[in-house]
């Protein structure tokens, strides 16, 4: 099969502390900002003249389907993960002739810290993963797109929640319900009518009927799960014909709890393989890419891929 998508070469970005001899900018104690250093696409080369290409260059960078992808077109083309025009990052979801078979392996959804995540979840933290103006960003996105505040017998999940969902100042529905790993967070969130605390690591399996919510979101969580497409699916399941999924994502984490292919890959990347668990779980409509980031280079950059449940399913 030939493809007819632009050709995505990886950015490789730095796994820590796997590779030794690079820097790295913490953008403070819990989060950080990866740097890219090195593409796979010139690495590539070799593989394609004949060469043996290393199963990873990186522990955790699931490079298979991406090598085969330049290879059947024997052009590149890298995505940088910094200073990037939106349209780039907005066009990586068109046009692309996916592989039969999920590409990824177990061990990309490994992670540095593979204890407990009720542990590192047990404080909460009442303080937000993302800068000022890319929660305004979302906040913006979000009152475009959700249904009318008030709209009678409309339901929202907000997955991977905690005291804060970034809705709409004064947004309401009749239910919105939180899912998160800490109490104390779902508590305070005020836009929430309930809330579920779940470990979606350990317990993929939503506790809600089947077509139950109109809008799902995640915000900056999505690069935490370890079953995604078990994830995917019931979101799937639970979504109404025609609801909404929405993931937003930037480009800071906790690393140490963020899966490795997420770690050692860059935005337009991270936009791909989210795109990937829309895909293979089936039943949505054709993942899209909106690059929302207010300042690119001067505050955190903020993506969203999104789709549609579809009608049929």
Not at 32 to 55: A, E, F, Q
Not at 76 to 99: C, D, G, I, Y
Not at 134 to 155: D, M, R, W
Not at 261 to 268: C, H, L, P
Request: charge should be neutral; charged fraction near 20%; glycine fraction near 6%.
């Amino acid at each position: 099969m030939k493809s007819k998508m632009p050709i995505l070469g990886l950015q490789l970005q730095q796994r820590f502390p796997v590779l030794a001899g690079f820097s790295y900018s913490c953008l403070s104690s819990a989060t950080i900002h990866v740097r890219p250093v090195s593409s796979v696409s010139s690495k590539l080369k070799k593989w394609n003249n004949g060469g043996r290409l290393p199963r990873r260059f990186a522990v955790g960078l699931g490079v298979s389907f991406w090598a085969q992808s330049m290879n059947m077109a024997g052009t590149s083309k890298s995505f940088m993960a910094s200073a990037r025009p939106k349209s780039s990052v907005e066009q990586t979801l068109q046009n692309v002739e996916w592989p039969e078979q999920f590409p990824f392996k177990d061990e990309d959804f490994q992670r540095f810290d593979e204890s407990p995540d009720s542990m590192f979840y047990d404080a909460p933290r009442f303080v937000t993963h993302i800068d000022d103006a890319a929660i305004a960003a979302l906040t913006k996105y979000y009152s475009e797109v959700f249904p009318p505040s008030n709209t009678p017998g409309v339901s929202i999940l907000d997955m991977c929640s905690s005291w804060v969902s970034h809705f709409p100042k004064g947004y309401k529905q009749e239910r919105i319900v939180g899912m998160g790993m800490n109490e104390e967070e779902l508590k305070r969130n005020p836009v929430l009518t309930e809330y579920v605390v779940q470990d979606l690591n350990l317990n993929p399996k939503l506790p809600f009927e089947d077509n139950s919510f109109d809008v799902i979101t995640n915000v900056v969580s999505v690069d935490y799960l370890t079953k995604p497409l078990d994830v995917f699916k019931e979101m799937c399941r639970v979504l109404k014909p025609g609801g909404l999924a929405i993931m937003s994502f930037s480009n800071r984490c906790f690393w140490t709890k963020a899966i490795s292919i997420w770690t050692s890959t860059g935005d337009a990347d991270h936009v791909l393989i989210v795109g990937s668990y829309f895909h293979y779980t089936g039943g949505f409509e054709p993942p899209q890419a909106v690059d929302i980031s207010p300042n690119p280079g001067r505050s955190d950059p903020m993506y969203i891929v999104y789709s549609r449940k579809l009608s049929t399913v």
